[in-house]
């Protein structure tokens, strides 16, 4: 922990234990690389010893350092955090057990590959008390799949859904991709379909993001594949946003549908910019008006040379999160509340500039109002980037 971390502690700590953290862990090892990913992640697994090593120092050194603070959320994200052998995810889970107090914890959710797992994998980390499983299918067109550079194919993203039940995970997720080169819309509707005839509780639906370069990006650039439309994804979209709900998987996120009680509940506390911890490299963190990201570099990181990239919020950039945040949930947000708390920072005009702007928004029907609270139509959830720049 550097110096100025050390100084910033006591604020920290009273940030941390002023309500249950969520706790995100990163596990950067893959199998391969997919085509599309731009995320910190590594095929080395030369370096999964020491990676594991730090990522349980780190674990016991931030638990000591605030206080042993309640955690009600914990996410095991990557790369592929099935990667794991079954005595390191049970060293982790116990060395979580001693640096936190676990005991509210609501929710422990790990992210799988479906080419990576087993009934015998998938069981014991259920029985080290993991209950929510995200699998990665992205499709079930094994052509598509090929494109993405998964190491799975679709009978096997079916296959790892059922293995994940009979484990007993009673929460499954599965991701579902847009906007691949190649992809119909009656495919995408057609995998949906599919996808929530297997009895899972929740799906994402990811558009596919090019914005960095990746191998699939100088596919594109270079002309040999096409990417669908602004107009194609957005049609698929709407379509998906009139077909989930009939399959019993409501909308409560931009991009997020679940049966009811069954959404995630550490990545609401985002939306909703509750307190978190992350731990591994290019992890974020976020305590009170301190975020921090921890270095993307994997072996600097483990070696403990990495240094975090570090911000503080000032008032207006915390007030103008909760409206960015929260306008992406279906609930959307209580504008009484930021109104009284914009009063409190002495940043009313801000408040009401925002609100005369949405509330104009609800005349072209993109925004819905009832009294105070304010959420976004199905048609502003389309166009959401647009809109929530106002807050940037």
Not at 334 to 357: I, N, Q, S
Request: with cysteine; proline share 5%.
């Amino acid at each position: 922990m550097t110096p100025e971390f050390q100084s910033w502690l006591p604020s920290g700590r009273r940030a941390a234990l002023a309500e249950p953290l969520g706790l995100y862990l990163h596990v950067p090892f893959c199998v391969d690389r997919c085509t599309y990913c731009s995320f910190t992640t590594t095929r080395d697994r030369s370096l999964q010893p020491d990676t594991h090593r730090r990522l349980l120092a780190d674990i016991s050194t931030w638990g000591t350092a605030l206080g042993r603070p309640a955690v009600d959320t914990l996410y095991l994200g990557g790369g592929t955090p099935s990667l794991l052998s079954l005595e390191e995810l049970a060293a982790l889970t116990a060395t979580l057990r001693r640096a936190f107090d676990l005991s509210p914890l609501a929710e422990a959710t790990l992210e799988a590959n479906p080419g990576t797992v087993d009934l015998a994998w998938l069981q014991q980390a259920r029985d080290l008390g993991w209950d929510r499983i995200s699998l990665g299918v992205q499709a079930l067109d094994d052509a598509l799949l090929a494109r993405l550079g998964r190491i799975h194919g679709s009978a096997q993203a079916l296959e790892a859904l059922d293995l994940a039940a009979r484990a007993g995970f009673s929460r499954r997720s599965a991701d579902l991709m847009v906007g691949i080169p190649g992809q119909s819309l009656s495919k995408v509707i057609e995998d949906a379909r599919v996808l929530a005839g297997t009895g899972l509780e929740h799906l994402s639906i990811y558009l596919l993001d090019l914005d960095k370069a990746c191998p699939l990006r100088a596919e594109i650039d270079a002309g040999r594949l096409t990417l669908p439309s602004e107009d194609e994804v957005a049609d698929v979209f709407e379509a998906l946003q009139e077909e989930l709900p009939r399959l019993g998987l409501a909308p409560y996120e931009i991009s997020n549908y679940a049966h009811p009680g069954a959404e995630s509940i550490h990545n609401t506390r985002y939306w909703e910019r509750r307190p978190y911890l992350g731990l591994g490299p290019s992890a974020a963190s976020q305590l009170g008006n301190r975020r921090w990201t921890e270095s993307g570099i994997i072996p600097a990181w483990t070696e403990g040379r990495g240094e975090p990239d570090v911000q503080e919020l000032d008032a207006a950039e915390l007030l103008a999160e909760i409206p960015l945040l929260g306008l992406r949930m279906h609930r959307g947000v209580d504008w009484g509340a930021l109104r009284t708390l914009a009063e409190a920072l002495h940043l009313r005009p801000l408040c009401d500039a925002w609100e005369t702007r949405l509330r104009g928004l609800e005349k072209e029907g993109l925004t819905v109002w009832k009294e105070d609270q304010v959420c976004l139509s199905a048609r502003g959830m389309l166009m959401s980037n647009g809109i929530l720049q106002m807050f940037v």
